[in-house]
């Protein structure tokens, strides 16, 4: 069969824009949406993106078994750090801050704010099970925090209410510059104690009294969180995102585009 008629041009423009979707699919922090509200908690920017194609930066929470620490994971485009924040004011002033760093490979941060655009490094506290990595323009970590530490004034106490932080920008040896690439506040105070992980380990009932199959119940609460966009100044509500199938089967689909696009050109 002759290709001849397929205009170069438009083959040429096809293969592009195929390439910049791929592009940008791949270059989305890889934190599935789909339990915001469900069992995890979650904070994003924009507000209404998902982590598949368009999150600037995303946090999302779980409560340990115990209910006495909280699993953080932290994810955005920046080429320098990424950050979340806990206040009880909403400013940046009194603020308990943990970035993910990248500095010839990422780790993670802790940084207090005693005033707006002020951070000062504090010693790694209250934080366990950390993980770091940078890749793409991506910047991610996972750490679990424990909510409260007794005799620590700027270690924010997260048994109670309070109001969630996302900021990105550039480092400079470290440490963190002006949030020149966005940052924004949740619209309410977070309730932390709300989605718990479950036991590692499932129930087994003895025989006759059911199935050896542990069920979960996740308790009820909000699906959406209000949140204040500080680039743009709006408030307006989170949204669930697309699964982490629907990405994979994507990236599959635009692949094969892609290699059918280089034959057509080559023909």
Not at 92 to 113: P, W
Request: charged share 15%; hydrophobic share 35%; proline share 6%.
């Amino acid at each position: 069969m002759s290709t001849a008629y397929i205009p170069n041009a438009l083959l040429h423009y096809t293969h592009a824009f195929l390439t910049l979707a791929l592009l940008i699919r791949l270059g989305a922090p890889q934190i599935a949406v789909d339990e915001c509200g469900v069992s995890k908690g979650c904070f994003r920017s924009p507000v209404d993106c998902d982590s598949l194609t368009s999150c600037d930066v995303i946090v999302t929470w779980q409560e340990t078994p115990d209910g006495g620490s909280l699993i953080f994971e932290l994810a955005g485009m920046s080429p320098g750090y990424v950050a979340v924040g806990f206040s009880g004011n909403q400013l940046m002033s009194s603020t308990d801050v943990l970035a993910c760093v990248d500095n010839n490979g990422a780790t993670l941060k802790h940084f207090y704010n005693p005033v707006s655009h002020v951070n000062e490094p504090r010693t790694q506290i209250g934080v366990t099970d950390e993980a770091a990595s940078s890749a793409n323009g991506i910047i991610q970590c996972k750490f679990t925090r424990v909510k409260f530490l007794d005799g620590q004034p700027e270690f924010a106490d997260l048994r109670e209410d309070t109001y969630v932080l996302l900021a990105r920008g550039r480092q400079s040896g470290g440490f963190l510059t002006y949030h020149t690439l966005g940052y924004s506040i949740s619209g309410s105070k977070q309730d932390f104690s709300i989605y718990r992980a479950p036991d590692a380990l499932p129930t087994v009932h003895p025989p006759g009294e059911g199935n050896s199959t542990a069920s979960t119940q996740v308790p009820a609460g909000p699906t959406d969180l209000d949140a204040t966009d500080g680039s743009h100044g709006l408030t307006s509500p989170i949204s669930n995102g697309a699964g982490r199938q629907y990405g994979f089967t994507t990236t599959i689909i635009m692949v094969t585009l892609i290699s059918i696009s280089c034959l057509l050109r080559a023909i």
